[in-house]
């Protein structure tokens, strides 16, 4: 199925069996009969949780965003602005997303916007799209903690999770670009948590945090991860920049039990549906453009079958 | 995250749904977002969400309907300025949340950058990078809001500081401090007649100036009167003593404006350099 549905599942579709898979999979496959995962389970019961890739990547979060903090009230003028748009040492730095709403919005094409943009089109490209998400985002990091109570209130009984079709994801982003062409004005801008965090975080609390609030307790009482998973066009863009992106995570199949403790983890548990028995279609396969590199699943993975990996590093070393 | 080790010990379940059935819930959700979407839109082009209220914008700011579109809502202009004048409205401004504005009663634009530093940070172009001097600034437009009670007119002066004690504002004193601008607080004054709105004008007699003028009971004195010059930095509005204060900042392009018709004729001929001008 490969690249294409990959994207393809970006945009919405569901995951699917696949139609063949290869020899080293069939094999692995066969060779997983009920015995064997019980076993597997067997070796796996006990094995302590670790959480050093979250940990990790909350530092490298808080540190971004204290960054563009400490730039404005120490006035070291290293990132000055916020996440939409800044500047770091001098050189522009702009949210693609955000740029092109304004700019569709003023009908004017604004050379720093470009520039900032075209700058982090490649460092994401490279880096790994949605990593921005779950490493920089600093809504990401609140609704992790929404997520957790969400899951307790979920395992209570209390709360049960509503599924959206992701591909509503699409359509407001079309919407949201539709309506600045036509409008001139950026609503997104004005409802984009992101940006409300962030500048809370530079500037100091606003109002506007209610509405971040608001968006939170949805997720709390409804539907899980709601934002990310179904509303971000900001997020929906990364995943599209680093579609091709070097680091991934990687799904090796050989030594995975299938009890599904990934899925559960994730933020976007789609990307996961591989893990299921029988769904892998090679020995190793790589996770599609719409996971954060979060490294929840990295982490819980009792196993080690889901590992973080740059394309093409390994044969450098 | 999710205590997983722990499994759910009991979950109270609904009636299970089949396959198709959750499918046909999670487009219906979808599509009720979308739906939000559409009914929450016109609430942001409506006037009246829009122009909650009207406000003074930094220096080389759009129009404002083409202004609040074209900022991406960063802030870097707020950092950049030396005397923190710009801040950025909130959530109750409709359209306007994250967009930089300036109270300027509070901390006025004193041009004491030189460079228009906040024109030059906008990334957008939504403060417009075809200003070179602040003499080209039309930010808004100083006017006498209260005559009555202006010290000049009635022939006083003024002694001390003018905004009080405790008034944290700042402007530059070229003669106290060429680079650095001071608290108003710290810079007492000692004038004969009041004029400080003229004095402290970063532009100077193009833009106010005091003249004589005869009161409505025949008694002559002396009045600011502003002119074509001024770009509405709101130093005038900041430092004038009484309060609240004779004279005031009136964002430009305003319908409704209680711009005096006079002055109104005085200011609008020829200042049709704004991208976008063509309301009022």
């Avoid at chain 1, 609140?142 to 209130?153: G, K, S, T």
């Avoid at chain 1, 307790?217 to 992106?245: D, H, Q």
């Avoid at chain 2, 833009?207 to 002119?227: H, K, N, Q, Y």
């Amino acid at each position: 199925m490969g690249f294409r549905n990959d994207v393809a599942m970006l945009f919405g579709r569901a995951p699917r069996k696949p139609e063949a898979v290869s020899d080293a999979a069939e094999i692995l496959h066969g060779r997983k009969r009920r015995e064997h995962i019980t076993q597997l389970l067997e070796e796996i019961r006990d094995k302590p949780r670790s959480h050093a890739w979250r940990n990790r990547r909350w530092a490298v979060l808080i540190s971004v965003n204290l960054l563009f903090t400490l730039s404005f009230w120490l006035d070291i003028q290293l990132v000055e602005g916020s996440l939409t748009a800044s500047r770091f040492l001098g050189f522009h730095l702009a949210d693609v997303y955000s740029s092109a709403l304004v700019m569709l919005a003023q009908k004017h094409v604004a050379v720093n916007l470009v520039i900032g943009s075209v700058t982090i089109f490649v460092l994401w490209g490279l880096i790994g799209g949605r990593a921005y998400c779950s490493w920089v985002c600093p809504y990401h990091l609140v609704a992790e903690f929404a997520e957790m109570l969400h899951v307790r209130l979920a395992n209570l009984g209390i709360v049960q999770d509503h599924a959206f079709h992701r591909g509503v994801r699409v359509l407001l982003w079309v919407a949201f670009a539709a309506l600045a062409l036509l409008t001139g004005q950026t609503l997104f801008l004005t409802l984009n948590p992101i940006g409300i965090l962030s500048r809370a975080v530079v500037y100091g609390p606003s109002l506007a945090l209610l509405w971040v609030l608001l968006l939170l307790v949805f997720e709390v009482v409804y539907s899980r991860r709601a934002w990310c998973r179904y509303v971000c066009p900001i997020g929906l863009t990364y995943g599209v920049i680093g579609a091709g992106a070097p680091v991934k995570v990687v799904y090796h199949l050989e030594a995975c039990a299938h009890e599904g403790d990934c899925r559960k983890v994730c933020e976007v548990p789609h990307v996961l549906d591989l893990t299921i028995k029988g769904r892998a279609e090679d020995a190793s396969v790589d996770i599609g453009p719409d996971c954060t590199r979060c490294g929840m699943c990295v982490d819980i993975c009792p196993t080690d079958s889901l590992r973080y990996e740059v394309k093409g590093l390994r044969n450098l070393l | 995250m999710a205590d997983v080790a722990k499994r759910p010990k009991r979950v109270r379940r609904r009636r299970r749904l089949s396959r198709q059935q959750e499918q046909r819930r999670q487009l219906l959700r979808a599509g009720l977002v979308t739906l939000g979407l559409v009914i929450l839109q016109p609430l942001a082009v409506l006037p009246v969400v829009r122009r909650w209220r009207s406000r003074l914008r930094p220096p080389g700011a759009l129009e404002e309907k083409t202004f609040l579109g074209a900022c991406i809502k960063c802030g870097q202009c707020v950092q950049v300025c030396p005397v923190q004048a710009i801040v950025l409205a909130d959530m109750n401004e409709g359209m306007g949340t994250g967009v930089p504005y300036i109270d300027a009663r509070k901390q006025a634009c004193d041009f004491s950058c030189d460079a228009l530093s906040c024109i030059l940070a906008c990334p957008t172009g939504a403060l417009s990078h075809d200003l070179k001097a602040k003499e080209e600034v039309q930010a808004g437009l100083a006017w006498l809001a209260r005559p009555d009670a202006c010290l000049a007119r009635q022939g006083k002066g003024f002694q001390g500081k003018a905004r009080g004690a405790a008034f944290r504002g700042r402007l530059r004193y070229e003669e106290v401090d060429r680079w650095n601008p001071i608290r108003i607080r710290d810079h007492p004054y000692d004038r004969e007649v009041c004029d400080l709105c003229v004095i402290e004008c970063p532009i100077g007699d193009t833009a106010i100036d005091l003249v004589p003028f005869v009161a409505e009971d025949g008694s002559r004195g002396v009045t600011p009167e502003v002119r074509k010059g001024c770009v509405g930095c709101g130093v005038c509005e900041m430092i004038c003593p009484p309060d609240p204060p004779v004279i005031v900042i009136e964002a430009r392009a305003r319908p409704g404006s209680g711009l005096h018709r006079q002055q109104r004729e005085d200011h609008e001929p020829g200042r049709g350099r704004r991208r976008g001008a063509g309301e009022a």
